[in-house]
T-cell receptor, first 114, second 112 residues
């Protein structure tokens, strides 16, 4: 399977704390994306980092990418209870052409306690 | 905002039935995708389409087919539903190029 893996599978923190989740993947990539999924809903895109970038910020999100280790991390600072959700990384492999085919990780379930 | 609409949030069907799941997007995206999501397995790609009447198999196409007669609409068909197809089905669309995908809210399908 080409599927990526995420670590940890589940994470519980208090409101105001930071949350870090990691993603490992297997193929050479064009970019890596992070998505959030609230319970019973579809996925929402959070941030995209290209293979030639090492770090990217968006609001309270910080993403890093290490292509030599085929890994990425997502840091959410000052988490809020509304941030309780599953978080997925997804990679666009270099062989994907223009179809934007994504390979998803298995997800991290984040619980933010109020 | 991009809107991807799936025809049903919940659906219950019987084994052997032919099941149609419909998806419509309003952003003129070239690419459309069908995934299934199962606990512990993440999202797995069933089929995708990069243009009208064009389709390609994803990672788990067995037991499924698709139809894309119009750019905005992408249908997933379970030819003869089986209990192992009970799952959450997610549709997504995206523009050409390596851009993010936009997802519908999913259809939770139960096959009895």
């Amino acid at each position: 399977s080409q599927q990526g893996e995420e670590d940890p599978q589940a994470l519980s923190i208090q409101e105001g704390e930071n949350a870090t989740m990691n993603c490992s993947y297997k193929t050479s990539i064009n970019n890596l994306q992070w998505y959030r999924q609230n319970s019973g809903r579809g996925l929402v895109h959070l941030i995209l980092i290209r293979s030639n970038e090492r770090e990217k910020h968006s609001g309270r999100l910080r993403v890093t990418l290490d292509t030599s280790k085929k890994s990425s991390s997502l840091l959410i600072t000052a988490s809020r209870a509304a941030g309780t959700a599953s978080y997925f990384c997804a990679t666009v492999p270099n062989y994907g052409g223009a179809t934007n085919k994504l390979i998803f990780g298995t997800g991290t379930l984040l619980a933010v306690q109020p | 905002d991009v809107k991807v609409t799936q025809s049903s949030r919940y659906l219950v069907k019987r084994t052997g039935e032919k099941v149609f799941l419909e998806c419509v997007q309003d952003m003129d995206h070239e690419n459309m995708f069908w995934y299934r999501q199962d606990p512990g397995l993440g999202l797995r790609l069933i089929y995708f389409s990069y243009d009208v009447k064009m389709k390609e198999k994803g990672d788990i196409p067995e037991g499924y087919s698709v139809s894309r007669e119009k750019k905005e609409r992408f249908s997933l068909i379970l030819e003869s539903a089986s209990t192992n197809q009970t799952s959450m089905y997610l549709c997504a669309s995206g523009p050409r190029g390596n851009q993010p995908q936009h997802f519908g809210d999913g259809t939770r399908l139960s096959i009895l």
